[in-house]
């Protein structure tokens, strides 16, 4: 369990119990598990969703304001920290050291700004279109879910840490590539369950399998699209940090995460 409670504790502001020990190897279980945390905060802003939706049909810009805070609040704005920190790094395009340097630094500079307006404008967009398809508490529990699949590989063994201590060391290269894989194949069996339970019923008279092809098809291959674009997305956004910083850190996990989010959103909105 110390790996579930140290994976609430890091991902979210939820009162959890303290892990009775933190290592390396309750580090990786806490990666690997990332995405039932991804589950359980998604669900809550997919309720939210669903609620005001179900209250204000009319109003699905509202609708996805209020998901995507609910978000933002559970996760303590952790996340978007880190994606604030990193952007200003790369942006600050110098060396590795002062790269490092300005991501421990606590205030927030243009290029952070910047990227946290565009994430959150391109989450509250898709997810609106989401809504309006009638696809918008699945689409941000998906999301949702799918952004913390990033965890496990952006912490696989083959990406080392940046730094020697703080978050990123004790969870960097703990994860084994065929533990992520699972975790992946897990997580994607899952929405493509959670999207083929809630698509239309069969209208009466009409064939089934017709539905499948024409109602199914395109929905299961927008969710699987969006969950294999958050893996992509993990390992270009690992791939950069590698080659700027020489590892991940605790920024890049959560910089990864909101990356992550938006890319799965606007494929589902774009696809369903």
């Known amino acids: 369990m110390d790996g579930l409670w140290?994976?609430?504790?890091?991902?979210?502001?939820?009162?959890?119990?303290?892990?009775?020990?933190?290592?390396?190897?309750?580090?990786?279980?806490?990666?690997?598990?990332?995405?039932?945390?991804?589950v359980f905060l998604g669900g809550i802003s997919a309720g939210v969703v669903a609620l005001v939706h179900l209250m204000r049909p009319n109003a699905p810009l509202l609708?996805?304001?209020?998901?995507?805070?609910?978000?933002?609040?559970?996760?303590?704005?952790?996340?978007?920290?880190g994606l604030a920190d990193f952007s200003d790094a790369l942006g600050s395009r110098r060396d590795r050291e002062t790269m490092l340097r300005i991501m421990k630094q606590s205030d927030i500079g243009p290029f952070g700004?910047?990227?946290?307006?565009?994430?959150?404008?391109?989450?509250?967009?898709?997810?609106?279109?989401?809504?309006?398809?009638?696809?918008?508490?699945?689409?941000?529990?998906?999301?949702?879910?799918?952004?913390?699949?990033?965890?496990?590989?952006?912490?696989?063994?083959?990406?080392?840490?940046?730094?020697?201590?703080?978050?990123?060391?004790?969870?960097?290269?703990?994860?084994?590539p065929i533990t992520a894989t699972l975790t992946t194949i897990g997580v994607l069996a899952a929405a493509l369950v959670l999207t083929w339970l809630?698509?239309?019923?069969?209208?009466?008279g009409e064939d089934p399998f017709d539905q499948v092809a024409s109602i199914d098809g395109?929905?299961?291959?927008?969710?699987?699209?969006?969950?294999?674009?958050?893996?992509a997305v993990s390992l270009l956004a690992t791939r950069r940090a590698r080659t700027a910083l020489g590892g991940t850190t605790g920024d890049v996990l959560g910089a990864t995460i909101e990356l992550a989010l938006p890319t799965t959103l606007l494929t589902l909105a774009l696809t369903t």
């Open 113 to 176: 700004v910047v990227a946290i307006t565009i994430v959150l404008l391109l989450d509250v967009a898709a997810l609106t279109a989401c809504i309006q398809s009638g696809f918008g508490w699945q689409a941000i529990l998906i999301a949702t879910t799918a952004s913390r699949l990033t965890l496990p590989w952006t912490c696989r063994t083959t990406v080392p840490s940046a730094r020697p201590d703080g978050l990123g060391a004790t969870v960097a290269a703990t994860v084994l």
């Open 63 to 81: 609708a996805a304001v209020l998901g995507v805070l609910v978000l933002v609040v559970l996760s303590g704005a952790l996340h978007l920290d």
């Open 218 to 231: 395109p929905l299961l291959a927008g969710t699987t699209a969006a969950v294999l674009l958050a893996v």
């Open 198 to 204: 809630t698509t239309p019923t069969t209208p009466p």
């Open 6 to 38: 140290l994976a609430v504790g890091t991902l979210s502001v939820l009162p959890t119990p303290m892990p009775s020990r933190v290592d390396r190897v309750v580090g990786g279980r806490a990666m690997t598990l990332a995405p039932l945390v991804g």
